[in-house]
Structures are given as C-alpha cells and as structure tokens.
C-alpha cells in the first residue's frame, strides 16, 4: 500500500516561493494518479494541482494556475508542487493524494490515500 508524507512547508512572505515535497513509499508509482490538496482554517479541502495517472496531462486550480507547478521525479519516487508569488490566501494545510489507476480529477473523496499534511503560512 502506498503511502504519502509531504514536507517543505514553513512560514514565507507575500511574494515568496516554497517547494513542496511528497515522497510516495510504494511500487508502481507512475500508475498512481497523484493531486495537491489544502485546506485553511474553516473551509473544506479544495483542490490545488495534480498529475492524471501516467503523468501525461495535469491540472491546476484556477487561483494557483500559473504561480504554482506540479512536478514528479520518478527515480525518487517524488511528487513536487512549486509555488511561486504566494498570497496570504495561500495560507493552508497542503495534502498530497493518490490513488490507484484511477480518474479522480479534483474530487477529493475519489483518491484513496493521503498524506498528513504540510502547513503552509503566508503573511502579508
């Protein structure tokens, strides 16, 4: 079974970048559909970015789409999001996904496994 632990979270300025990491632990990782989720205090999880399982198309929300990248290095079994020219609404906890094989797209109730979340603070 797969499993998920992301880090690189921290504290940063508006304006500032941080790479998230997500290291998968488990066999067949590009047959895994991989996402980006957050969550901020009072609001429900809603989607960030994501790989389609073969990681050839991806996907982003469209309050990051252009500040942040989704990346994966396959020899590492690792799963990036970079996010640049960060706001204080990027202010969350960030969670990495990942299911099996699977089309989940941005449903967070689709993908089966879940990291323990990374906090990510922005002030202004």
């Known amino acids: 079974q797969v499993q998920l632990v992301e880090s690189g979270g921290g504290l940063v300025q508006a304006g500032g970048s941080l790479r998230l990491s997500c290291s998968v632990s488990g066999r067949a990782f590009r047959r895994y559909a991989m996402a980006w989720f957050r969550q901020a205090p009072g609001k429900e999880r809603e989607f960030v970015a994501g790989f389609s399982w073969g990681g050839s198309t991806t996907d982003y929300a469209n309050s990051v789409r252009g500040r942040f990248t989704i990346s994966r290095d396959n020899a590492k079994n690792t799963v990036y999001l970079q996010m640049n020219s960060l706001t204080p609404e990027d202010t969350a906890v960030y969670y990495c996904?990942?299911?099996?094989?699977?089309?989940?797209?941005?449903?967070?109730?689709?993908?089966?496994?879940w990291g323990q979340g990374t906090q990510v603070t922005v002030s202004s």
């Open positions: 996904a990942a299911t099996y094989i699977s089309s989940c797209g941005r449903i967070a109730g689709c993908f089966s496994t």
